[in-house]
T-cell receptor, first 114, second 112 residues
């Protein structure tokens, strides 16, 4: 079954404590991306990756890091989380780099930073 | 800068009604437009994707139209059911970029 798996699904942490949200896909997709969703603001792109070892900033990259060492994994790293990073995070993938292809989303990770 | 707006923000209708959700965008130079469904506590599911050269796409009871020149898309849901209750999001891929710009969604409730 084609899947985009995010972990953890829910996390409460404190300011400054480094954390990683993992994203793994089993579809051999080249393109992977992270979004955050906030009330009234919709989904905004944080980072994306066209392929292994290729990552680019999205619209709201501040405070985040990513890596793409292998095709299936695209972890989102918060080196020093702050309360304004409390949000619902989604990983998404699609085959190829063409925007004509449909995005497949993970189930989301709800992060609370106290 | 591309902006995507969805109106209304929330909609409540009785079962069986046909309904229309609206999406507007400010820059008509788009590659495509997608409609997604989001259920509470779950991710987004792609419903329909319309390429910039297309006028509409259909899937079952869903029909999405695109008028690029006016910057508008509609999602038509026929014979609505309680199972259609969810948040519906539209997103546009602006030409020559690789970024989907999302609207803030319409939260639909269909009551029996």
């Amino acid at each position: 079954e084609a899947q985009v798996t995010q972990n953890p699904r829910y996390l409460i942490t404190v300011t400054g404590k480094k954390l990683t949200v993992t994203c793994s896909q089993n579809m051999n997709h080249e393109y992977m991306s992270w979004y955050r969703q906030d009330p009234g603001l919709g989904l905004r792109q944080i980072y994306y990756s066209m392929n292994v070892e290729v990552t680019d900033k999205g619209d709201v990259p501040e405070g985040y890091k990513v890596s793409r060492k292998e095709k299936r994994n695209f972890p989102l790293i918060l080196e020093s989380p702050s309360p304004n990073q409390t949000s619902l995070y989604f990983c998404a993938t699609r085959v190829g780099v063409s925007g004509a292809n449909v995005l497949t989303f993970g189930a989301g990770s709800r992060l609370t930073v106290l | 800068k591309q902006e995507v707006t969805q109106i209304p923000a929330a909609l409540s209708v009785p079962e069986g009604e046909n309904l229309v959700l609206n999406c507007s965008f400010t820059d008509s130079a788009i590659y495509n437009l997608q409609w997604f469904r989001q259920d509470p506590g779950k991710g987004l599911t792609s419903l329909l994707l319309i390429q910039s050269s297309q006028r509409e796409q259909t899937s079952g009871r869903l029909n999405a139209s695109l008028d690029k020149s006016s910057g508008r898309s509609t999602l038509y849901i026929a014979a609505s059911q309680p199972g259609d209750s969810a948040t519906y999001l539209c997103a546009v891929l602006s030409y020559n970029t690789d970024k989907l710009i999302f609207g803030t969604g319409t939260r639909l409730q269909v009551f029996p």
